[in-house]
């Protein structure tokens, strides 16, 4: 059985840095794009950063120069280091692997995790 557990969200202040991590379990995700998405009270879920299997990745513009997505494939994870976290960061975090698509779209993430809430305040 597939799991995605993330980790290391919390509540923090503006200006301070944040990394959370997402295990994964019951298969290999090497080969596959893993992401970090996010959702804040209100609004839609919405893509923060995304790595592929090559280690190529991609940004929101909102997190560009702030946030930075890593794996380690040995250890099935990937990270997002948060820094200069702003206020209009608060929101659930959730990772999320594709199998089916390099350049994956939401709805074509196979696998999700639980969420973890990150909490900026000013």
């Known amino acids: 059985q597939v799991q995605l557990v993330e980790s290391g969200g919390g509540l923090v202040q503006a200006g301070d840095s944040l990394r959370l991590s997402c295990v994964a379990s019951?298969?290999?995700?090497?080969?596959?794009?893993m992401a970090w998405y996010r959702q804040a009270p209100g609004k839609q879920r919405e893509l923060v950063a995304a790595?592929?299997?090559?280690?190529?990745?991609n940004y929101a513009d909102s997190v560009k120069g702030r946030f930075t997505i890593s794996r380690d494939n040995a250890k099935n994870t990937v990270y997002l280091q948060m820094n200069s976290l702003k206020p209009e960061d608060t929101a659930v975090y959730y990772c999320?692997?594709?199998?089916?698509?390099?350049?994956?779209?939401?709805?074509?993430?196979?696998?999700w995790g639980q969420g973890t809430q990150v909490t900026v305040s000013s």
């Open positions: 999320a692997v594709s199998i089916r698509a390099t350049r994956a779209k939401e709805y074509e993430y196979d696998y």
């Open positions: 019951g298969r290999s995700f090497s080969s596959y794009t």
């Open positions: 790595i592929t299997s090559g280690g190529s990745t």
